[in-house]
């Protein structure tokens, strides 16, 4: 039997006491909030605070799971040979706890913006769409499938 093949991740949208959200720079993406690669055998809330204090310096708290979303294309990575699987992603609102910013070997710089001008920051159409979810937060969590290559098109959306 074959069994499929999904890269799970995690997204964490970190927020301080004063409103403001942790976005990083990537050096593939652009900016992005903090998030990534579930690893083997670690539960997915774990997995994005292990991101988050990895690529930012910041230990945060999970708040609430606030959207689900499946890439459902595979497509090429940035070193133009591997194919990327499908992707299911979980996306958390976390709250700040304490840490200081502090770029790794995955992002270049780690800021606090206010939530407002956030999207002047986010320029890949998927993730702009995930931000705008995050800051229309309803306690209604999202679900939603898209692709991402050649361009972004989302194929559906509704609440869980």
């Not at 997995?47 to 945060?60: C, H, Q």
Request: one cysteine or more; charged letters at 20%.
């Amino acid at each position: 039997m074959s069994f499929p093949t999904h890269i799970v991740a995690a997204a964490g949208y970190v927020f301080d006491a004063c409103g403001n959200i942790l976005i990083v720079k990537t050096h593939h993406r652009g900016w992005d909030c903090t998030g990534g690669q579930i690893e083997e055998g670690e539960d997915i809330e774990a997995g994005v605070l292990r991101e988050i204090w990895e690529e930012s310096g910041v230990r945060a708290t999970v708040k609430c799971l606030c959207g689900i979303y499946s890439n459902v294309g595979k497509h090429l990575y940035y070193d133009g040979k591997s194919t990327v699987p499908t992707k299911v992603m979980f996306d958390f609102i976390c709250t700040y706890e304490n840490g200081i910013l502090t770029p790794s070997e995955e992002t270049s710089q780690v800021v606090w913006v206010p939530k407002e001008t956030v999207l002047d920051y986010i320029s890949a159409p998927a993730l702009r769409y995930r931000f705008q979810k995050v800051l229309a937060f309803q306690n209604r969590i999202t679900y939603a499938s898209y692709v991402t290559k050649p361009e972004f098109k989302l194929i559906s959306e509704r609440y869980v």
